[in-house]
Nanobody, 122 residues
Framework: VQLQASGGGLVQAGGSLRLPCVASGRTFSDYVMGWFRQAPGKEREFVAS????????YYAGSVKGRFIISRDNAKNTVYLRMNTLKPEDTAVYYCAAGSSPGSPLGVGYDYWGQGTQVTVSS
C-alpha cells in the first residue's frame, strides 16, 4: 500500500485542520488505518485509528474529544479532523495501514506515509 498524507500547515491555537491520506496499491478496506505523530525530539506516538469498516475508532487520551478519524472506503481515503488545536499538537503527522490484531490499538502497522507537518502557534 502506498500512502500519501497532506493537509498540514501552520495554524493558530484553537484552530482546525483536516488531514487526508490517500491509499493506493491494495484493497484499502482490508486495513485498519491509523494516524501517528512525531514531535521534535520525541518518539512517534499513536493518535487515532479506525477499523476496516469504519465502525469503531480509538484515540489517544491527549486528542480524545478534539480529533476525529474517519474513512471513505470508496475513495481509499482516511481523514483526521483536528479541532481546538494546541501548540503541543505540533508534529509531523503520519498515516499508516495495519493488518494485525493490535492495529486498532496502535501496533503492528505495515505501511507508512511520508508525513505532513502541522505547526500550531500560540
Amino acid at each position: 500500500v502506498q500512502l500519501q498524507a497532506s493537509g498540514g500547515g501552520l495554524v493558530q491555537a484553537g484552530g482546525s485542520l483536516r488531514l487526508p491520506c490517500v491509499a493506493s496499491g491494495r484493497t484499502f478496506s482490508d486495513y485498519v488505518m491509523g494516524w501517528f505523530r512525531q514531535a521534535p525530539g520525541k518518539e512517534r506516538e499513536f493518535v487515532a485509528s479506525i477499523t476496516r469498516s469504519g465502525g469503531t475508532t480509538y484515540y489517544a487520551g491527549s486528542v480524545k474529544g478534539r480529533f476525529i478519524i474517519s474513512r471513505d472506503n470508496a475513495k481509499n481515503t482516511v481523514y483526521l479532523r483536528m479541532n481546538t488545536l494546541k501548540p503541543e499538537d505540533t508534529a509531523v503527522y503520519y498515516c499508516a495501514a495495519g493488518s494485525s490484531p493490535g492495529s486498532p490499538l496502535g501496533v503492528g502497522y505495515d505501511y507508512w506515509g511520508q508525513g505532513t507537518q502541522v505547526t500550531v502557534s500560540s
